[in-house]
């Protein structure tokens, strides 16, 4: 959480006449202020396309978080989330939990961006599907002359047919496999170009006063000059989250497209105002685990989520040894992973686990099974004072670890990651 502050005091720090330190979009005055922030982020509204678990949504709430702390004497009304497009159904699951806890029910869940193109499509994207390829040169006309797509679509949230409305600001992650140095490298011939082409076409029918892009370094800019340069100024810039004190390394290249009409046409270019907040990487677990702070009582802890998590496992160490004040219980508790494990392997692990002080001293390590504890110790040996990876062994060339400042990029399944120097840090 300490970047949203960081980020606070760098806007807030700016002289009267230097303009580059409010969001792009807020109109009057040049100067920065909290109440100007507040005033802003309680009147704004977002959306987002192949919105994943919502990591913009979170980054506005983490700011309104924020701003609130230090406005301790006023309610500032949350930001208004619009409208995601997601067609992962746990990630939906995920973004339903997120609207219902800020008690946003107005907010669509739209399954699949393709579901927007018009019907009298439907063959001719049948065919492309089929020879994506072509897809880029075929509907680029259709697009940009605004006959590609309807504003309504099935919403998940709401079981119905849904209205997509028109947020000030609206982020996307759009599909990156294919240009990515380690995808099939098909770039616009991949078959996923059929969903950035409506994402495109919705854009010109929604036209958001400012949108952020996000893709890898290989992503081609020129697409989006072709199809949304009529109506928008496109910037692009490449960072990366450990320049801006993440422990994590993931270089994108993040497009902002400014509305020619509806939003402030003099803002400081993209890249200066990225540099502002550069910082030096110090890190702690609490810099990634933070949603309790603003989730108003969804999730309560995330580190107590985490623990509780890992701890529930029937196969860890936790749960054998909880409770096993008698000799029977334990030998009841124990039986399972007797039988899973093997005796000696179990022996030693729950070894490890006593001698570091039990349970209650070393709970993040408790919470651990017989495999994982394994992984732990040849980590320990192999790439000592690093995060760990322990679905993976390092024994057998696959295994992950990281510097001690910097995470290996988090994908589809992090998987579960222990950093033995933070461990008694993760219960402070
Ligand atoms: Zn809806």
């Known amino acids: 959480m300490s970047f949203f502050d960081s980020f606070l005091d760098e806007v807030l720090q700016k002289e009267e006449g230097d303009d580059d330190g409010c969001p792009t979009s807020t109109p009057g005055s040049p100067t920065c202020t909290l109440e100007h922030l507040a005033e802003w982020l309680a009147g704004s509204t977002h959306s987002s396309s192949f919105s994943g678990v919502a990591a913009p949504e979170t980054a506005v709430l983490g700011l309104h978080w924020a701003v609130q702390n230090r406005i301790p004497d006023r309610t500032i009304a949350p930001p208004r989330m619009l409208s995601m497009v997601e067609w992962n159904a746990e990630c939906q699951a995920e973004l339903d939990v997120l609207a219902t806890g800020i008690k946003q029910d107005w907010c669509c869940c739209f399954s699949d961006i393709s579901s927007f193109f018009r019907c009298e499509l439907k063959e001719v994207i049948e065919q492309l599907k089929k020879k994506p390829s072509m897809a880029l040169e075929v509907l680029s ?15 998940v949230r709401h079981g119905q047919n849904c209205f997509i409305e028109t947020a000030q600001k609206h982020f996307c992650g759009t599909s990156c496999t294919a240009h990515s140095r380690q995808g099939k490298q ?38 989006l000059e072709r199809l949304l340069g009529s109506c928008y100024i496109i910037e692009d810039v490449v960072m990366d989250p450990r320049m801006y004190g993440f422990p994590v390394a993931r270089a994108r290249k993040y497009h902002r497209l400014r509305h020619k009409m509806a939003a402030l046409a003099e803002v400081s270019p993209l890249s200066h105002f990225c540099k502002r907040f550069h910082r030096a990487v110090n890190w702690s677990w609490r810099e990634l685990l933070f949603q309790h702070n603003f989730n108003h009582g969804v999730i309560q802890s995330e580190f107590e989520e985490e623990l509780h998590w890992g701890s529930s496992r029937k196969l860890s160490m936790a749960h054998a040894l909880q409770d096993a004040a008698t000799e029977e219980e334990w030998d009841r508790r124990v039986e399972p992973l007797a039988q899973h494990y093997g005796w000696d392997r ?34 320990a040996i192999s790439h000592p004072g690093q995060a760990w990876q322990l679905n993976q062994n390092p024994e057998s060339g696959h295994g992950m670890a990281s510097t001690d400042k910097w995470l290996h990029t988090f994908i589809h399944n992090v998987g579960l990651m222990l950093a033995l120097t933070s461990v008694t840090s993760l219960t402070h």
């Open 141 to 155: 006309p259709i697009i940009t002359s605004r006959q590609a797509v309807n504003r309504r679509a099935p919403c």
């Open 186 to 223: 098909l770039g616009l011939s991949d078959p996923n170009v059929l969903h950035l082409l409506a994402w495109a076409a919705l854009r010109l029918e929604v036209q958001e006063q400012e949108i952020t892009l996000e893709n890898v370094e290989g992503f081609p800019t020129s697409v």
């Open 346 to 379: 179990l022996s030693a692990a729950k070894d490890v686990v006593v001698s570091m002080g039990g349970p209650e001293r070393q709970p993040f390590l408790a919470a651990l099974n017989v495999t994982e504890i394994e992984m732990r110790r040849s980590y």
